[in-house]
């Protein structure tokens, strides 16, 4: 008769067999993000391919990945046919006016609603999450006659101003961010006589940077790829974004491809470099804002 197998042996077996397990588990989950991430970034290869391709090269049957010839004069013709340094200076101009009110006006209600206590604090909160709902074409008119009635239509007023008063959403990033800070912090300094200004600016503002990078990313990326904005608020020429710009590249009947890639891979850029140098940040403050809430 076979000798009964010991502890041990079979120890070692299962302890083999979810060895092997989590091995083929993790290449099943490697695999899918390669393919994941492969789909995902065909469409910036297209771009960029596309982009040193003559007209006639981009849509033909089968497809070219490799241009031949590279048609790199494809940058400065974009660059000049488009007034875009113009562009570029009008777009920063409102991703600084936007950025700077979103983060303060937001962090400022943010922690109005984490760090003090005030009655019906819950209830505006509620109230303020459920402007959330709204789809933009809702407000969009009246908005429009609203701006148009104080005579600011044509100008960077209609959007700029709006982040001066909050963001729902980036309130509700900031709160939960807040909330993750211990509140003994606020209570030392209120022992010391510390004003709620104070606690915010002093103790707050500063442990709380991961989230204004967030912040800060999110209503650059906003702002940057915002095309609806400038197409209802702005008609001079003089005062177009960089997305009004692209859009000059389409006519109704025809299109410029090879200038409108090279446009894009340059309006790119700046988004994808602000991303990687905030990169740890940026994860950084997404992770952290769903701890307590």
Not at 79 to 98: D, E, H, K, S, W
Not at 191 to 196: E, F, K, L, Q
């Amino acid at each position: 008769m076979a000798e009964p197998r010991s502890k041990s042996s079979w120890f070692h077996t299962a302890s083999h067999s979810y060895s092997v397990q989590r091995l083929v588990m993790r290449i099943l989950t490697y695999a899918v993000l390669i393919v994941g991430a492969a789909v995902s970034f065909f469409p910036f290869v297209w771009l960029v391919r596309s982009s040193v391709m003559e007209m006639w090269q981009i849509f033909i049957t089968p497809p070219e990945w490799i241009p031949n010839p590279w048609a790199w004069h494809n940058y400065p013709m974009a660059m000049t046919t488009v007034p875009f340094a113009r562009y570029f200076l009008n777009t920063l101009q409102i991703v600084l006016g936007v950025s700077v009110g979103t983060m303060l006006t937001s962090t400022l209600a943010a922690f109005s609603f984490s760090r003090l206590r005030w009655k019906f604090r819950d209830l505006v909160f509620t109230i303020l999450l459920t402007t959330m709902m709204l789809p933009y074409a809702v407000t969009l008119i009246p908005t429009f006659i609203l701006w148009s009635r104080l005579g600011l239509v044509n100008t960077y007023a209609p959007l700029i101003a709006p982040s001066w008063f909050g963001v729902p959403f980036f309130i509700f990033l900031c709160r939960q961010f807040f909330m993750g800070i211990p509140y003994e912090l606020d209570e030392a300094a209120y022992v010391d006589g510390a004003s709620p200004f104070f606690v915010y600016w002093r103790i707050i503002l500063p442990l709380a940077k991961p989230a204004l990078i967030v912040v800060g990313i999110f209503s650059f990326m906003n702002v940057w790829n915002d095309l609806l904005g400038p197409v209802i608020y702005l008609s001079n020429p003089n005062k177009f974004t960089v997305a009004l710009g692209l859009a000059q590249f389409q006519g109704m009947y025809t299109a410029q491809w090879h200038l409108l890639m090279a446009a894009s891979t340059v309006v790119l850029l700046p988004v994808i470099v602000v991303f990687f140098i905030a990169q740890k940040y940026f994860i950084q403050g997404i992770a952290l804002t769903g701890l307590k809430g």
